[in-house]
């Protein structure tokens, strides 16, 4: 019984000393739990599972650290929204493309206090109307690039709040969802179609960038 207590708070005292080395690692690993009302998509959730997801003509784009991490950028009154994931396209079998969505938003953002992620609670219930000619989004499938000419659609940064660890913000989580139509290369003939996207990602240090 006494040796079964020493190797037990021995196993839990370098389980603690090992928790701040990977305390960045647990915040920022990605938790995929699928909805069962669209399958091969994550849940919508606020819980900074640092997921996304959405149907690109049917198929799912799905969050994948491999492919990079989300990026938020500020530049002067511009902000850049990038998400990285792969295309599970589905023909006879799937196959798998790498996948970037790059937004464009164009605000008053300079007039606001967004030197830090810690201010991205700035987006709490934040709405782009992506009919507005202030909103560009360019599709990445592997290297190719496509500018697309938007029809409609929206993003709305539902939630956003802060990530505690220790009294201390480590990351900022933002969550919301998105939708839009648009012509691939202002070609009237091929439309894509992104419906039920979601996401709930962390943004820190490391992925929060803002530039005068």
Known sequence: MKTYIKITAIFLFFTLLGCSSKEDF???RNIFIEDPTSPDLPIYSEEGYNSFGAYINRFPFVSN??????QITIKKD????????????STQKYYRQDVTLDFRFIDNFSQKKLDKYTDLMFFNNYMVNFNNTNTKITLKINEEKHQLKIVDGKMHFKKARKLFLDDEIMKVVLSGRFYFKAFMNNDDSDIITIK?????LGFGYDNYNHFE
């Open 26 to 28: 647990y915040l920022d």
């Open 196 to 200: 039920s996207g979601r996401f709930d």
């Open 78 to 89: 511009t902000m850049f929204f990038s998400l990285k994931g792969i295309y599970k396209k």
């Open 65 to 70: 650290l491999s492919s990079g991490i989300p």
